[in-house]
């Protein structure tokens, strides 16, 4: 770090990607001046806990930004698009983790494990984008394969956790399972349909395509991390019953050959990515051992034997750290050190 103690807010702190950040805050080597906690009117007064105080969390308004160096986003896409160009004209540097900015091509989307160098773009906007969550931990997976090889094709299945929904879908698993398990009535309030004891193969709304935004998303994205349009992407979401943790099948086909046990090398020895993958002893990953950390897990890791050139591998992270909150810190220490 330059010497600098910066100034950072947190906008949307009291929910649950807000408050995770704070925790990654508190973990974080950046050298802070002072911190802000910004939410709506109705968590205005709440105090929120930091390095041992108490924070109270003051209310998001247009004059929340003034002499904050770095802002962290997580108060929905609606709420980006008013504050982040705000914050920036301010002199702030946004890392926003809504879809509102993803796309725009003068904003930088970014995992600091595959595409730290599009951090210095942030000054199109004042806004750097923080892919879906999904995303993410598949990236930082094939990233060194993708480097070695090249890729011509992607097939992901996801298994995503009811926590990347938010609280409210917590809250429904934990109720509707409670309910079923003791033989009562239970209600369906965040979902269309039951999620307790069942899988739904819909993240999102559908498009006229037939695919929902999380599938397209997971296209899109990909495709603009790697700055790579020639990459065939397709994917299928779907919300199962486990708390925290999004799980993926994903099945890469290779410009160049590359065997499952070079592909387990290349990953054991990246960034951010722990290879957990011994399968004659049940060991593989699971998401309730990527809770709680930042790790990517990756196993299941063996060669497509349907075409020449090809890998299969199971992905694990845990959606609301890595798949939101420490990406956004991670990219803060980045810009903290090397451009602010």
Request: aromatic fraction near 8%; proline fraction near 4%.
């Given at each position: ?116 160098h599009a951090i210095a773009d942030y000054t199109n906007k004042g806004i750097i984008a923080n892919p879906n969550c999904s995303t993410i931990q598949m990236v930082v997976a094939i990233n060194p394969i993708y480097r070695k090889c090249g890729i011509k094709r992607i097939v992901v299945s996801t298994y995503q956790a009811v926590s990347g929904t938010g609280k409210r879908a917590i809250d429904e698993l934990f ?166």
């Amino acid at each position: 770090m330059s010497g600098k103690k910066f100034n950072i807010a947190v906008a949307g702190a009291t929910g649950a990607v807000g408050n995770q950040m704070i925790t990654c805050l508190e973990e974080s080597k950046i050298p802070l001046n002072s911190v802000r906690f910004l939410a709506s009117h109705r968590s205005t007064g709440r105090k929120l806990r930091f390095k041992g105080d108490f924070i109270e969390v003051e209310e998001l308004t247009e004059n929340s930004f003034k002499g904050i160096d770095i802002a962290l986003f997580s108060a929905g896409g609606g709420t980006s698009k008013k504050f982040a160009p705000i914050a920036a004209k301010d002199g702030c540097v946004v890392i926003d983790n809504s879809s509102a900015w993803r796309m725009d091509p003068d904003v930088p989307l970014v995992v600091p494990e595959v595409n730290p160098h599009a951090i210095a773009d942030y000054t199109n906007k004042g806004i750097i984008a923080n892919p879906n969550c999904s995303t993410i931990q598949m990236v930082v997976a094939i990233n060194p394969i993708y480097r070695k090889c090249g890729i011509k094709r992607i097939v992901v299945s996801t298994y995503q956790a009811v926590s990347g929904t938010g609280k409210r879908a917590i809250d429904e698993l934990f109720n509707q399972t409670r309910s079923m398990i003791n033989f009562l009535d239970y209600e369906i309030n965040v979902y269309p349909h039951r999620i307790a004891f069942n899988c739904l193969p819909q993240i999102d709304v559908f498009l006229e395509n037939g695919y929902t935004k999380e599938e397209m998303k997971m296209v899109n994205e990909t495709r603009k991390i790697f700055e790579d349009d020639s990459i065939g992407v397709t994917a299928t979401t779907v919300r199962v019953p486990v708390f925290y943790g999004h799980s993926e099948s994903v099945n890469i086909e290779t410009k160049e050959h590359i065997s499952a046990d070079e592909a387990k090398s290349l990953l054991a020895n990246a960034p951010g990515i722990k290879v957990v993958d011994d399968p004659a002893n049940n060991i593989y990953p699971l998401a309730i051992d990527a809770a709680g950390q930042d790790l990517t897990l990756v196993g299941r890791i063996r060669n497509d034997e349907s075409i020449p050139n090809g890998i299969n591998m199971w992905i694990v992270a845990d959606n609301i750290r890595k798949g939101a909150a420490t990406n956004t810190v991670q990219i803060a220490e980045i810009l903290a050190e090397k451009y602010l």
